[in-house]
């Protein structure tokens, strides 16, 4: 199985900082045929169900604002908060689908300092 | 709107069965793969169950195979999750999602507890 490794379990931000939520692949998630890492973020605020924010590790899904940047390929990706809002405070998720059994990271709380 | 309403959750027996449904509406459901996903209380997402949009090909993970079964109806357009064998670690939220390129819609979920 895909171990999904994600850092750090938590974060305390004020309104307006960049916070960057890094996540690890225990194998490369590229795919050769399309050439695309299959890498997905979600953002899960108490009481919701998830959202996708970013798939293919960097095309933010319709609707989610451009302050929300998924970076990084094979084994190292990157989800980046510019100017956090108040509103972003939520667990992230990194989830990988290169391959069953789809696995997903651990989680990382964004909270208020 | 795209909507995905879970139904069929509640407390059930250790060893006991349940079904879970979910109704799809706002897109076209023949067209998307489906999916489980839950959430233990607490906990982190861990994906359940994969269907293919005909229904001929399933997938899941080592710790429900053989006890969770996934199904469609099309000209229905709802999902089903049929639950066997029980466990108290099957205790969780279970969501329906779309699956595309990760899980792009989902429901707001429904409660299984199990416990004696």
């Known amino acids: 199985d895909i171990v999904m490794t994600q850092s750090p379990s938590s974060l305390a931000v004020s309104a307006g900082e960049t916070v960057t939520i890094n996540c690890k692949s225990s194998q490369s998630l590229f795919g050769s045929v399309r050439q695309k890492n299959y890498l997905a973020w979600y953002q899960q605020k108490p009481g919701q169900s998830p959202k996708l924010l970013i798939y293919?590790?960097?095309t933010r899904e319709s609707g989610v604002p451009d302050r929300f940047i998924g970076s990084g390929s094979g084994t190292d990706f990157t989800l980046t908060i510019s100017s956090v809002q108040a509103e972003d405070l939520a667990n992230y998720y990194c989830q990988q689908y290169y391959d069953t059994p789809y696995t997903f990271g651990a989680g990382t709380k964004l909270e208020l300092k | 709107e795209v909507q995905l309403v879970e139904s069929g959750g509640g407390l059930v027996q250790p060893g006991r069965s349940l079904k879970l449904s979910c109704a799809a509406s706002?897109?076209?459901?023949?067209?998307?793969?489906m999916a489980w996903v839950r959430q233990a209380p607490k906990k982190g997402l861990e994906w359940v169950a994969t269907?293919?949009?005909?229904?001929?090909?399933?997938y899941y993970p080592d710790s429900v195979k053989g006890r969770f079964t996934i199904s469609r109806d099309n000209a229905k357009s709802s999902l089903y999750l049929q639950m066997n064998s029980l466990k108290s670690e099957d205790t969780a939220t279970y969501y329906c999602?779309?699956?595309?390129?990760?899980?792009?819609?989902w429901g707001q979920g429904t409660l299984v507890t199990v416990s004696s």
């Open positions: 706002g897109f076209t459901f023949s067209n998307y793969y």
């Open positions: 293919l590790a960097s």
């Open positions: 269907i293919s949009t005909s229904g001929s090909r399933t």
């Open positions: 999602a779309s699956q595309q390129w990760g899980f792009a819609y």
